[in-house]
């Protein structure tokens, strides 16, 4: 969130001095700035990408998560929350006196009036938003969607009643986030926390048309007056991870700049294709949507973070059976990844008996089919090829009775199969199953999808260790030209690839 942004003063004294006010109040509050290139800029180097725009995505679809009206909050949520702020106060005796309070008579004020008047709530909201701190988030996400909502209808009341023309935040900025915004006009930029080190403030201008309309917006803002704990509060709140372009930057006295910064809920074309692409990879609609925070972990590769979301969810809904599976499912996955392989197992088999335990008969290893591919994975992780070529086949014939022939999923349980076939040394079998993959990839997947790439390197792979090196070639070629299409393929990874190209090119020079 970001607050304390003061409403436009018309006397320009009583600007630079609430200003300097803001800069000492805010000193123990700073935040630092996520700033991302501007709209015309063309990135075509995957790790540099990455580097700019992943940290972006990631706390994007964080903030989705949190507010998804779907995602149903339970009473003990706020006990949860207390519990956990009571231990961390539990030699402040006024403190916890808050937190009880807080606990009792939270339905009788608003979100807006509970984040204005008790410290505690607005430090813990922004510790947990900039540290991402998942337990805390997902203990505390009741308040942050009640406050967002709030947010949303406060602002339809302030856009009929007032206009709001420009917006002052006195503010400090490391260095290095500050020469990198400097490099950024009209570029965008959200704040998260930093340490001080130059003094700031902010123009802001709110174009609250963009989501006048729009209940559904991630970027609501709203006056405090009348709604905060102190009547008389004369500031904006804005909803957490809000954008900006950033207009201009320039400096009005030493060590102090102003930056002009436009209000706007835009993002460019690479950033919205590339976030719609991690939804579609962790969002599986009439499932638990509170477990897209999990799957984001473990997209993140942030394994002992997924562990602690999957740990925190276990205990949440105990007699509901589906999400016991889903969840014991996915705790064998991170586990798997951290390369626990007893305590997976463990867990694969607690999903597998948990499910059996109900339903259809008929339907259950349907119903595991996850769970099922998972294991064959961890099979052959723990050198079991047999187990897992047997367990991937199961998968195939259980996916091929209600997915279309020509299904992505499919692509990947036939490319699976494919590599522990090539661990088995069975490498003509690897390739037919490589090449249905590849067949299944061609007609489902966009031309510049990584996994196209991908599986012609694997039947290159399989045609090298059979000295079938012009065939082999071949596919390294494809394999190249398709990492260089994608937008998501790693440099670091393609480096690689083309290095071995030539390998294979001086192999068959020496034939």
């Known amino acids: 969130m970001i607050s304390s942004i003061g409403e436009n003063e018309d006397n320009n004294n009583l600007i630079f001095n609430q200003i300097e006010q803001n800069i000492r109040q ?41 507010i998804d009206a779907e995602v149903e ?14 231990a961390e106060n539990q030699d402040n005796q006024m403190q916890s006196e808050n937190l009880r309070s807080f606990r009792n008579t939270y339905k009788q004020h608003s979100s807006v009036w509970w984040y204005t008047k008790e410290s505690f709530l607005y430090s813990a909201v922004n510790k947990a938003l900039r540290t991402q701190d998942m337990t805390m988030l997902i203990a505390m996400g009741f308040f942050i969607r009640d ?6 209808e406060l602002q339809e009341t302030d856009i009929e009643n007032q206009s709001l023309s420009m917006l002052y935040r006195g503010q400090g900025m490391t260095m290095k986030d500050f020469e990198r915004l400097h490099q950024q006009i009209d570029g965008l930029i959200s704040a998260r926390d930093n340490p001080l080190h130059v003094g700031i403030f902010f123009c802001i201008r709110p174009n609250a048309a963009i989501t006048t309309h729009d209940k559904k917006s991630l970027s609501p803002f709203a006056s405090l007056r009348n709604v905060s704990c102190y009547p008389n509060e004369n500031e904006i709140l804005f909803s957490m991870h809000t954008i900006f372009r950033i207009k201009n930057v320039h400096e009005i006295d030493e060590r102090l700049w102003q930056i002009d ?32 925070v ?28 589906v999400f016991l599976c889903y969840v014991h499912n996915h705790l064998g996955l991170t586990y798997q990844h951290l390369d626990q392989i007893d305590q997976a197992l463990m867990h694969y088999e607690k999903s597998i008996e948990i499910r059996r335990s109900w339903g259809d008969e008929e339907n259950n290893d349907r119903y595991s089919l996850v769970t099922y591919a998972n294991l064959s994975t961890l099979y052959a992780e723990k050198g079991k090829l047999e187990e897992s070529i047997e367990t991937y086949r199961k998968v195939i014939a259980l996916r091929l009775e209600y997915l279309p022939s020509n299904h992505p999923e499919l692509s990947c349980e036939y490319s699976n199969l494919a590599v522990v076939y090539s661990e088995n040394k069975d490498y003509s079998s690897a390739i037919e199953c490589f090449h249905r993959a590849l067949d299944i990839a061609e007609k489902s997947l966009p031309d510049n999808h990584e996994r196209l790439a991908t599986i012609h390197f694997n039947i290159n792979v399989a045609n090298e260790d059979l000295a079938n090196y012009e065939e082999a070639l071949k596919h390294i070629t494809k394999a190249v030209d398709k990492a260089r299409l994608s937008p998501t393929f790693d440099q670091e990874n393609l480096n690689r690839w083309i290095q071995s190209m030539q390998q294979i090119e001086e192999k068959i020079d020496a034939h």
């Open 26 to 66: 805010n000193a123990n509050q700073a935040i630092g700035l996520q700033v991302f290139r501007a709209q015309n800029d063309k990135i075509t180097d995957a790790s540099l990408l990455n580097q700019l725009d992943t940290s972006f995505m990631y706390s994007q679809l964080i903030k989705e998560m949190l």
């Open 147 to 152: 406050l967002h909502l709030q947010l949303i």
């Open 261 to 292: 910064l436009d209000f706007t809920n835009d993002q460019d074309q690479q950033l919205n294709i590339l976030l719609e692409q991690l939804r579609s990879e962790i969002y599986v609609p009439g499932v638990f949507n509170v477990d897209k």
């Open 294 to 321: 999990g799957k984001l972990y473990l997209k993140m590769g942030d394994y002992d973070g997924a562990l602690e979301v999957y740990n925190t969810l276990l205990p949440m809904f105990p007699e509901n059976l």
């Open 73 to 86: 909050y339970a009473e003990d949520n706020i006990n949860d929350f207390v519990d956990i702020c009571l």
